[in-house]
């Protein structure tokens, strides 16, 4: 697919999500492994939230009556400890947080808000509201609701949640085997000596890390020299893959041979450039089974396409749910213009619901800096000129 043939930003996202076609196989993995994975099943209560009537405060706890106010202790109530239904009359149970609540009381008043006389009388407050700090059984879920929905993205909460269930293991989705590797023979691997004449491979690392941030491991191949026959050879190894992702290589340079490999690798090309500044010359496409997403070279383009295009798709590859990223709302501070008739990344800081253009968007994509002075990105329409102070935008934030 020549490069000349760009498609618009909107196409971009739409024809990268087309290419993910089927979920991965699953595999069962101990709870204590579980964080970052993805549910490959869906997860019902089995255990009621909570397992049975408990206190929600150390108090005393009674059936509930009008104008009930001096009450005799009957017994204490440790958590752990279960207690038969026991009161008669004007009688409590002195209760513990957490302990159950035998079911003939029905309302808990804390100790602070009693006065004690003696060891066993107490003597009620005179406002009390019936089923007080009484935490009733299946109130948060019942048996056979669904907690957690299949292709969630398991976080520390959820966890919390499957580990009320007692779970031991769950099914989630085989993680996706990911390869990155750069391209340029000025590029050096950061164990090596770069001269005055190299630079070190930023890209690579950068993407590594990016992917690492949202949960996904990727291998680092290296860097492939600049000529066609070794990178062709180099690509025939990635079908292993689920995805393979490079940077460099894919405009018009004499050395932009990326295409040119793949395409003697049976790959097929979803679509070469978008009319997008910067990253404008990124590629996607399917090589037999693997998936493929080449970067353009330029750091700042590499890094805010992959988070862009790419995270979404690996996502949805991955079989989460929600692949999509979120844009919340800012105010933008300050006035910058735009390259008109196409669509802008334009890389802020976001604080207190406000977004500062780094260096009024006049920063390239060879650049690194205005990546680490930022912690946000705006994607403008393609119409779009200018944006003035106080304009209402949405972002997404890095
Ligand atoms: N005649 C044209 N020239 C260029 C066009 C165009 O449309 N017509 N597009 C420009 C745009 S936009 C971009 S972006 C770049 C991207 O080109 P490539 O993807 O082919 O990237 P390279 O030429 O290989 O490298 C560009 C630049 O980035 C440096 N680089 C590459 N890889 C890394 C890395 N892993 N770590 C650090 N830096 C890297 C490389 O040294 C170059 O300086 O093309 C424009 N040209
Ligand atoms: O699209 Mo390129 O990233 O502007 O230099």
């Avoid at 017994?75 to 026991?86: H, Y």
């Avoid at 940077?247 to 004499?254: D, I, K, L, T, Y």
């Avoid at 590629?283 to 383009?301: C, E, K, R």
Wanted: charge should be negative; glycine fraction near 8%; include cysteine.
């Amino acid at each position: 697919m020549a490069y000349e043939d760009i498609v618009s930003y909107d196409d971009a996202i739409i024809r990268s999500l087309a290419l993910v076609k089927d979920k991965p196989h699953t595999e069962w993995v101990s709870l204590f492994d579980a964080l970052g994975r993805t549910l490959a099943k869906k997860i019902t209560c089995k255990k009621n939230l909570p397992s049975y009537n408990n206190a929600a405060m150390d108090g005393y706890a009674f059936t509930y009556k009008e104008g009930l106010r001096e009450l005799h202790i009957k017994k204490t109530i440790l958590a752990g400890s279960v207690v038969d239904a026991c009161l008669m009359g004007n009688e409590c149970y002195k209760i513990m947080t957490g302990a159950k609540v035998p079911f003939d009381a029905d309302t808990i008043v804390p100790f602070e808000m009693c006065e004690l006389h003696g060891e066993t009388m107490v003597r009620l407050p005179e406002k009390i509201k019936k089923g007080n700090a009484l935490r009733l059984k299946g109130e948060e879920a019942d048996v056979g609701t669904i907690l957690l929905e299949e292709g969630v993205h398991l976080n520390s909460r959820d966890i919390a949640l499957l580990a009320s269930q007692g779970i031991m293991m769950v099914e989630v989705y085989k993680k996706l085997h990911v390869a990155i590797f750069s391209t340029g023979d000025e590029l050096k691997s950061p164990w090596e000596n770069a001269s005055e004449d190299e630079i070190y491979d930023i890209n690579a690392l950068a993407l590594l890390s990016l992917l690492k941030e949202y949960g996904f491991e990727a291998h680092y191949c290296g860097v492939i020299p600049d000529n066609l026959e070794s990178a062709t050879a180099y690509f025939t190894q990635m079908k292993q893959y689920d995805v393979v992702i490079t940077s460099g290589g894919v405009s018009m340079g004499e050395a932009d041979f990326v295409e040119r490999a793949l395409l003697a690798n049976g790959f097929e090309a979803s679509f070469h450039g978008i009319n997008i500044k910067p990253g404008k010359p990124m590629m996607m496409g399917q090589m037999g089974d693997t998936l493929v997403a080449s970067l353009p070279g330029n750091p700042l383009a590499a890094y805010v396409n992959t988070f862009v295009f790419l995270l979404p798709v690996l996502k949805k590859l991955q079989g989460q749910k929600v692949f999509h990223f979120e844009r919340i709302d800012a105010l933008n501070k300050e006035t910058f213009a735009l390259r008109s008739g196409r669509v802008n990344f334009v890389l802020g800081s976001f604080s207190e619901g406000v977004f500062h253009a780094f260096d009024k968007n006049m920063y390239g994509s060879g650049m690194v800096k205005p990546l680490v002075g930022s912690n946000a990105l705006w994607i403008s329409d393609e119409s779009k000129r200018s944006v003035e102070v106080d304009e209402k935008i949405k972002i997404l934030l890095l």
